[in-house]
C-alpha cells in the first residue's frame, strides 16, 4: 500500500501524483485493537548507507518500513549507482542494494535538502571512494542542523574539506586513517557517520562518548554482517578495526520505538483499550516510566506493551528529553499532548533540539493550555480538547496533533501531512484498524 498514492503497488517509487496531504479525525472514540510496529525509520536510514561501504557486493535489509523518506534514501542511493529492490507484500518487507565496483559520489542538491539524514552518505562514501560532495543539509521546523561533528571526525581521520556555495566537498589521499575521536556531544548522525567512515579506514578507530540510541546497535549488527568488527570500548565509545574490503550480507532493521511510543499514548489519550506490538519495550522505558509516574495504566510483555482504560485523569509529571537512554526527544511533542489532559500543570525540557515546541500553538487551538518559555513548556491540563483545523510543523509535531485529534471532540483536520509520511508508515490504515475514524483528503 503506498503511503502516498493510497493505491497498492510494489515499487517503491514515489507517485509525485497524488500526496494526501490532509487527515480528517472524527475524535473522542477509545481506540480498541492491536497495532504492529514498523521497521525504526532512524535505524533503516543509517544502514541503508551501508551499502555505500561495498564494491560489487550486495546488501540485504529486512523489516525496511514503506516511508517517504525511506523513499527519498533510495533515490540518494540509486543516484549513485545502487541498483535497488525492494519486495514488500503484507507480512514482509525487504531490501536489497546491489553495490558496483565503482560509485558517484556526488549527491544532488534537491534529494540532498529533501532528508538531513542524506548526511548519512558522507562517512561511506568518502571511505569507500575518497571523496564526496554533498550538499549542506538545511535547517528545519526543530533547529538548525548542523554537522559540524561529523566533519570534525572525518578530518581527524585525515579528510580534506571545504564548503563552497553551501556544498560540502571532502576528500583524502589514500585511506582514511584510524584515530580516537572525542565527540563533544553524543550526537546520533556524527555517531553513525563516523562509524561507517572507520568501516574502511587503515587500523584502528575508537570514537568516544557515542550516542547510545538502539539504532546505534543495529548500525553495528549491519556493520559486522558485511565484515567490520565493532565492539563497544569503555562506558561510552566504540572500535572499530577498518578492512579492504566489506562483503556481503545480510540484518534485519529493529523495530520503531517512536511509532510504537506514539500508538501507546494514543491508547492513552484516548482512554482506550489498546495493545501495540512487535516494538522491544526495554527501547522505550523512559516513556513507560513517565508514564507509570503519570498513572496510566498498561502492561508490558516481551514483545508488546497494552493500554488499558483508566478512570483517572493523568497525574501531571516533569519531564526532561535526554539522549538515549533518558527520554527521547522524538516523543516530546507526542508527551505533550497527552499531558495537556493531565490533571494539573506539567513541565517539559527540551536539551536535545533547539526548537521543538512549534506544535503548541497549533493544540492551544484545540483548547490545550500550554506556555512555552525558552527551552521549557508549562502544560495545564485541561478537561478535553476540542476538534480545530491544524498544521503540521514537522513529522513528530504532526504525530502529535494526530492523537490529540483522535481525544478531542469533534472534527480535527491535520494539514501539511507530508511531514507524517516521512516517518509514520500507513498511519491512516493503522488508527482505521484501532476504531478510530479517520479519512485522508
Ligand atoms: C537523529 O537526528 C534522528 N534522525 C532525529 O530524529 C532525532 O531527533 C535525533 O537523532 C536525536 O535523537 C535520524 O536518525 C535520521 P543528533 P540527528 O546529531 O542525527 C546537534 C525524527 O523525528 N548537533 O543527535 O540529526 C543538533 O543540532 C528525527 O525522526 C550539532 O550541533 O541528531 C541537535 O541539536 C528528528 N552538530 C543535537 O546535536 C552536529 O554535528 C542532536 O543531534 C550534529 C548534531
Redesign the pocket.
Known sequence: MSIISGKTEISHRREESTIYNTMKINGGIPLSGTVKTQGA??AA??VMAVCLLLRGETLTLDNVPDLYDINTMIETLESLGVTVEVKRDENSSQVIFHTPEELKWEVSETLARKM??SSLVLGPLLANCGKVSLPLPGGCS?????????LKGLKQMGAEIEIQNGVVHASVKGKLRGRRIYLD??????TENLMMAASLAQGETIIENV?R?P?IDNLAAVLRCVGVTVETEGAGGVRIIGIDKAHSGRERVIPDR?EASTYILAGVMTNGHIKVEDLVPSHIDAILAKLEEAGAKFSVKKNSVEIFPSKKRLHPVSVKTL?YPGF???SQPQMAAALSLARGVSTIEES???ARFLYAQELNRMGADIQISRDVAIIRGVEGLQGAGVKATD??AGAALIIAGLSAKGETRVDDMIHVWR?YEAIDKKLRGLGARVELI
Open positions: 525509520k532512524n536510514l543509517p538531513r539524514a526543530i533547529g538548525s542542523r548542523p554537522i559540524d561533528l561529523h556531544f553524543p550526537s546520533v548522525g556524527a550516542a540510541e539504532e517512536i539522549p527521547p526527544t522524538d536535545v533540539f533547539q513529522l513528530r516517518g
